[in-house]
T-cell receptor, first 113, second 112 residues
Framework: EDQVTQSPEALRLQEGESSSLNCSYTVSGLRGLFWYRQDPGKGPEFLFTLYSAGEEKEKERLKATLTKKESFLHITAPKPEDSATYLCAVGVAGGTSYGKLTFGQGTILTVHP | DGGITQSPKYLFRKEGQNVTLSCEQNLNHDAMYWYRQDPGQGLRLIYYSQIVNDFQKGDIAEGYSVSREKKESFPLTVTSAQKNPTAFYLC???????????FGPGTRLTVL
């Protein structure tokens, strides 16, 4: 069974305090790992797609990396506006699972000024 | 502007009633999806459709039904058979051969 586990469940940082969020996955065949940001009461906002181990993507203060078993979302010098829930999802290759994403439960990030 | 719209934003239902949630996209995406989100949990897939007039059950399809008569529209009906329907419902779409899904703003359903 495909599984995605995110840690920690919640993370509190001071403004400027860099840290990382983890996404561990077990899938039969990876067809992309996806990071989303979700603000309270809103739909998830797409951030990154990673397809192969060693790949990295950056956007402002965020950097996503991928290995064969996990992905990290590094947050450098965060600001209060980075506070949100960050969701990780994996796409599975082949068969009737084509197009489906399996999501982790999310990490709630709070950045204090 | 291209995007995904969901309506209504808030919906209240009495027990025993069926309700239909609307999802429309003008991104020209082939595939559309419905998810349910409960507090402290990840998104769970209800139904998905990769092409017009075809759809597949997701992980938690019991008590829900969908139709896909037009490429732009993928309405979800929450039936009275759904035992615990109070949740935040999210619609998404993607290009057929790409897993990158883009989400609408969501509908919060409350059963009174």
């Amino acid at each position: 069974e495909d599984q995605v586990t995110q840690s920690p469940e919640a993370l509190r940082l001071q403004e400027g305090e860099s840290s990382s969020l983890n996404c561990s996955y077990t899938v039969s065949g990876l067809r992309g790992l996806f990071w989303y940001r979700q603000d309270p009461g809103k739909g998830p906002e797409f951030l990154f797609t990673l397809y192969s181990a060693g790949e990295e993507k950056e956007k402002e203060r965020l950097k996503a990396t991928l290995t064969k078993k996990e992905s990290f979302l590094h947050i450098t010098a965060p600001k209060p506006e980075d506070s949100a829930t960050y969701l990780c999802a994996v796409g599975v290759a082949g068969g009737t699972s084509y197009g489906k994403l399996t999501f982790g439960q999310g990490t709630i990030l709070t950045v204090h000024p | 502007d291209g995007g995904i719209t969901q309506s209504p934003k808030y919906l209240f239902r009495k027990e025993g009633q069926n309700v239909t949630l609307s999802c429309e996209q003008n991104l020209n995406h082939d595939a559309m999806y419905w998810y349910r989100q409960d507090p402290g949990q990840g998104l769970r897939l209800i139904y998905y459709s990769q092409i017009v007039n075809d759809f597949q059950k997701g992980d938690i399809a019991e008590g829900y039904s969908v139709s896909r008569e037009k490429k732009e529209s993928f309405p979800l009906t929450v039936t009275s058979a759904q035992k615990n329907p109070t949740a935040f419902y999210l619609c998404a779409s993607s290009v057929f051969d790409n897993n990158e899904q883009f989400f609408g703003p969501g509908t919060r359903l409350t059963v009174l």
